[in-house]
């Protein structure tokens, strides 16, 4: 069954510096979103994104975070200058169509140094 | 906006017993989809299960099944004949229809405990 892919699993990054979160959605769907949660947290969404570009967005995901799906493949996120709050697990997912559940990724645990 | 509770922030159950995980929701809207998720200790995030709103039938999914209430906004997951590999945190999760908005709402998680 196809799925979707994060990389890296884990990421160690400095305070203050910029970071880029990696998904490759499944194939054939046409709608990804980033979530996340932090330790111990609740899943929260950050941002949804279709036809290139974001469709909606949480009060989370301010000025620092940026999306982008540079090559018809990957679909990243960045944070342009990471905080201590930041460190959380952050789940990509994707959809074909608005039938069906959110597919999603194994994760990346982000940890703010 | 749409929140999900579940109230209960621990479950135990003896394995191949039954157990019954609550979640509540809040919503005006009359189409959305809800969701059960497992996260085990390896953090991945696995449907369970799902229900779409206009369906009044239950959803069942071998043994777990739903008891989706649409009037009192209440989707409780029943899990039957637990097993060790049940334990995992589970999260109750929402989904407007695709013209409010198509991101999903989360609940805040029951850790769910089966003790052998």
């Known amino acids: 069954e196809p799925e979707v892919t994060q990389t890296p699993s884990h990421q160690v990054t400095q305070m203050g510096q910029e970071v880029i979160l990696r998904c490759v959605p499944i194939s054939n769907h046409l709608y990804f979103y980033w979530y996340r949660q932090i330790l111990g947290q609740k899943v929260e969404f950050l941002v949804s994104f279709y036809n290139n570009e974001i469709s909606e967005k949480s009060e989370i995901f301010d000025d620092q975070f940026s999306v982008e799906r540079p090559d018809g493949s990957n679909f990243t996120l960045k944070i342009r200058s990471t905080k201590l709050e930041d460190s959380a697990m952050y789940f990509c997912?994707?959809?074909?169509?608005?039938?069906?559940?959110?597919?999603f990724g194994d994760g990346t645990r982000l940890s703010i140094l | 906006a749409q929140t999900v509770t579940q109230s209960q922030p621990e479950m135990s159950v003896q394995e191949a017993e039954t157990v019954t995980l609550s979640c509540t929701y809040d919503?005006?809207?009359?189409?959305?989809?809800l969701f059960w998720y497992k996260q085990p200790p390896s953090r991945q995030m696995i449907l369970v299960i799902r229900?779409?709103?206009?369906?009044?039938q239950n959803a069942t999914e071998n043994r777990f099944s739903v008891n989706f209430q649409k009037a009192a906004k209440s989707f409780s997951l029943k899990i039957s004949d637990s097993q060790l590999g049940d334990a995992a945190m589970y999260f109750c999760a929402y989904r407007g229809s695709w013209y409010n908005n198509n991101d999903m709402r989360f609940g805040a998680g029951t850790r769910l405990t089966v003790k052998p």
């Open positions: 919503t005006s809207e009359s189409d959305y989809y």
């Open positions: 229900q779409e709103a206009y369906k009044q």
């Open positions: 997912a994707s959809i074909q169509d608005s039938n069906q559940p959110q597919h």
